[in-house]
């Protein structure tokens, strides 16, 4: 069984930083898109990075780039979610995706999911 185990949330305040872990069981993530979303409180869910494990590509929403970094730790299966200068806007909850192949974009469905880690910035 394929589970998706994510880590590193937290309070914050704002200007803070936070890493984010995303820990695959099940399988070792070759080829697969690697996603971060998250749901703010109240409104629907966004697509925050995506992490392509076969070429190392990534893309942000526009809100988060310069400030969020995903990256992968192949040694340790792991993806990342870099969260530098947070503000409260990021406040929500953040899940883990993955799918199989390509293409790698927030709009693709994604099979697996993990339980959410919560994200609060604030004063």
């Known amino acids: 069984e394929v589970q998706l185990v994510e880590s590193g949330g937290g309070l914050v305040q704002p200007g803070g930083s936070l890493r984010l872990s995303c820990s695959p069981t099940g399988y070792a993530y070759r080829r697969y898109c690697m996603a971060w979303f998250r749901q703010p409180p109240g409104k629907e869910r966004e697509g925050v990075a995506t992490f392509y494990t076969d070429a190392s590509s990534t893309n942000y929403a526009d809100s988060v780039k310069g400030r969020f970094t995903i990256s992968q730790d192949n040694a340790k299966n792991t993806l990342y979610l870099q969260m530098n200068n947070l503000k409260p806007e990021d406040t929500g909850m953040y899940y883990c995706?993955?799918?199989?192949?390509?293409?790698?974009?927030?709009?693709?469905?994604?099979?697996?999911w993990g339980q959410g880690t919560q994200v609060t910035v604030s004063s």
């Open positions: 995706a993955a799918r199989g192949g390509w293409p790698c974009r927030f709009s693709e469905p994604f099979s697996d």
